[in-house]
């Protein structure tokens, strides 16, 4: 298994043919300043399938495009799945791949996800489960178009990598059998709940179960979020200034791209200070 951070788990612009830039759609409603539909090129697409405006995402509201992550599946699609025949090249190839792209991206999630279990101190025991799972689910990012087109990640998702990620962030966590953590005070149960806008300006939440939550513009100030499991949390518009996340768990950096920050937020040595946060006051 790779490390958390490692090359083929992180998405290489420049080794993909803008598949992100044309397989996905977005729209004004989301926030971006315009309309497009899936399979049609971003007009910012450039003839080397670069962006024209990468560094000027966020002040020209592509802020969506800002935080999206493929955690490498654009260029396994690009040099592996299509062998490097981009779909300028061969039109006919286009639908296919474009389809591809979501497919691979759940699974590269998977294995991201799996690798930093596996750096978990705490989950040694998991180490040879997580080995062999990561290899599974490598196998799979590796089949053809046409086996990735009617893979259920979904199934395998829940089936195989949920369960075993659970256990590791259990192990990390210190859960108790009453459900709370050697963390934390309170309950620590808030996995899926919509806490959209909500006040935890302060808040000790060490060792929360925050799986799926919904944290969309939350006031997390101050609050205390080490041991905390993030995965699949929506961050988006959350405001972390002055939160403690040193130890989170699987916190990725489109999450925090997708949050507001300071200087004062501590952060664990993966990932890194978004360049768009702020200074402290």
């Given at each position: 298994?790779p490390p958390p951070?490692?090359?083929?788990?992180r998405?290489?612009?420049?080794?993909?043919f803008?598949?992100?830039?044309?397989a996905?759609s977005f729209?004004?409603?989301?926030?971006?300043?315009s309309?497009?539909g899936?399979g049609e090129?971003?007009?910012?697409?450039?003839?080397?399938?670069?962006?024209?405006?990468?560094r000027?995402?966020?002040?020209r509201g592509?802020?969506?495009?800002?935080?999206?992550?493929?955690f490498?599946?654009?260029?396994?699609?690009?040099r592996h799945?299509f062998?490097?025949?981009?779909?300028r090249?061969?039109?006919?190839?286009a639908?296919?791949?474009?389809?591809?792209l979501?497919?691979l991206?759940?699974?590269q999630?998977?294995?991201?996800?799996l690798?930093?279990a596996r750096?978990?101190?705490a989950?040694?025991?998991?180490h040879t489960?997580?080995?062999?799972?990561?290899?599974?689910?490598?196998?799979?990012t590796?089949?053809?178009?046409d086996t990735?087109l009617?893979?259920?990640v979904?199934r395998?998702?829940?089936?195989v990598?949920?369960?075993?990620?659970?256990?590791?962030?259990?192990?990390a966590?210190?859960t108790?059998?009453d459900?709370?953590t050697?963390?934390?005070a309170?309950?620590r149960r808030?996995?899926?709940?919509?806490?959209?806008?909500a006040?935890?300006?302060g808040?000790?939440?060490?060792?929360a179960?925050?799986?799926?939550?919904r944290?969309i513009?939350?006031d997390?100030?101050?609050a205390d979020l080490?041991?905390a499991?993030?995965?699949?949390a929506d961050?988006r518009?959350?405001d972390?200034a002055g939160?403690?996340?040193?130890?989170?768990?699987?916190?990725?950096q489109?999450?925090?791209?997708a949050?507001?920050?300071d200087?004062?937020?501590?952060?664990?040595p993966?990932?890194?200070?978004?360049?768009h946060?702020?200074t402290a006051?």
């Amino acid at each position: 298994m790779p490390p958390p951070g490692a090359p083929e788990l992180r998405g290489d612009c420049a080794d993909c043919f803008g598949l992100c830039c044309v397989a996905l759609s977005f729209s004004a409603v989301e926030g971006f300043p315009s309309d497009k539909g899936a399979g049609e090129p971003c007009g910012h697409l450039r003839d080397d399938f670069g962006c024209a405006v990468h560094r000027e995402l966020r002040p020209r509201g592509y802020a969506g495009c800002a935080t999206y992550d493929c955690f490498g599946a654009g260029q396994k699609a690009s040099r592996h799945t299509f062998g490097g025949v981009d779909w300028r090249q061969e039109p006919a190839t286009a639908p296919a791949m474009f389809a591809v792209l979501p497919v691979l991206r759940q699974l590269q999630e998977l294995l991201h996800y799996l690798a930093e279990a596996r750096a978990l101190p705490a989950a040694h025991p998991l180490h040879t489960e997580l080995a062999r799972v990561y290899g599974l689910t490598e196998r799979l990012t590796l089949a053809d178009a046409d086996t990735l087109l009617v893979t259920d990640v979904a199934r395998h998702r829940a089936e195989v990598v949920a369960p075993l990620l659970a256990r590791a962030a259990e192990l990390a966590r210190g859960t108790r059998p009453d459900g709370r953590t050697g963390r934390g005070a309170g309950p620590r149960r808030l996995r899926g709940a919509d806490l959209s806008g909500a006040r935890f300006t302060g808040a000790d939440l060490r060792g929360a179960d925050l799986r799926g939550a919904r944290l969309i513009a939350a006031d997390l100030r101050g609050a205390d979020l080490r041991g905390a499991d993030l995965i699949g949390a929506d961050l988006r518009g959350a405001d972390l200034a002055g939160a403690d996340l040193r130890d989170t768990l699987f916190l990725t950096q489109s999450q925090l791209d997708a949050a507001k920050g300071d200087s004062t937020t501590a952060l664990p040595p993966r990932p890194v200070r978004p360049a768009h946060w702020g200074t402290a006051p």
